[in-house]
């Protein structure tokens, strides 16, 4: 059980949040295989006080997504307050505060990992959100170990840390990666191992590196956080979650998925897609995941050619009867 503030997480293994995949039919497909929790993308705070109807419709939450978490993205504080209040409104269970996100145009704007430089800035905007919805809903802040590798960087880290716990917040996941590093190198281990020392009792999840289910079993063992968020390890691989499960409950690895269970899973997955996006979207989409999901195909890189080649939205479900035939052949 992962006690995050007045939620219980049936398990450590959750879903991460994952910008351009984490929408709701891949929660409800990473759910299906397990997963115990899923974290929506991050959105902009005034996409959420300004939504347009298609927008809201993406933040919409359905009585099968939870539990559930928004993540907001943001470098002006005073956004933060009224976006997750509706973000509570609408039915999220928890609300998460990027400062994390590496991308350029992001930390141009004083926006998610540019904010590990800031700690004023980043602890106003916690406790405005803790004033908006701390009374009714936990929030959560995903950091990054840092801007870089400097002293200086880590001292803010810890600032930052101890600040959010001090204001009420429930739970905190570290990316073991600085800002600096986007997703090259690797993902410091031994620094979760020391934030989780530190804060003793509160509740960290740890992330970076979880490719397969052993190093997500491994990382709670090694550094004693309290879950792990699976990202590019659960992307194309729901099943990654079942192994997690297996692993840390003392059964045997499960298989890989067989041909057939693939198909089925990339089936859910399209329908679910369609549903939501409409056949021409919900058809390009899925080509990205299934870019994914071909990994655990015995013959990955012919899949991948077919899904190249796709023209039009509605030849995906000719790539899948091809590669993935109903009887597994
Ligand atoms: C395509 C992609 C999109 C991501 N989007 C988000 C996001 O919206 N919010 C967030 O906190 N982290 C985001 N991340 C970071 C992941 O949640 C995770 O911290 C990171 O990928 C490290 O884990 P990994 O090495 O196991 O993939 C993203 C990562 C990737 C690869």
Known sequence: MLTVGSLEIAHPFTQAALSGYTDLPMRRVARRHGAAYALGQMVLGTTVTHASDWQRRLLHVPADDHPVGAQLLGGEPHEFG??????????????????????????????????????????????????????????????????????????????????VFERGVAAVTVHGRTVKQRYAGRSDWEFLRRVKRHVGDRVVLGSGDLHRATDAVTMLRVTGVDGVSLARGAIGNPWIFRECLALWTGRALPPLPSPAELRETLLLHFREAVAFYGPRDGGMIMRRHAMKYSRLHPCPRKVREALIAMKEPDAFAAVLDAWFAPDGS
């Open 82 to 163: 009224p976006a997750a209040r509706a973000l509570a409104d609408a039915g999220y269970d928890v609300i998460d505060i990027n400062f994390g996100c590496p991308v350029h145009k992001v930390l141009r704007r004083r926006r998610g990992g540019w904010l590990l430089a800031d700690p004023p800035a980043a602890l106003d905007i916690v406790q405005r959100v803790l004033d908006a919805v701390g009374g009714d809903r936990p929030v959560t802040v995903k950091m990054r170990r840092g801007l870089d590798d400097s002293a200086e960087s880590e001292r803010r880290f810890f600032t930052i840390l101890e600040g």
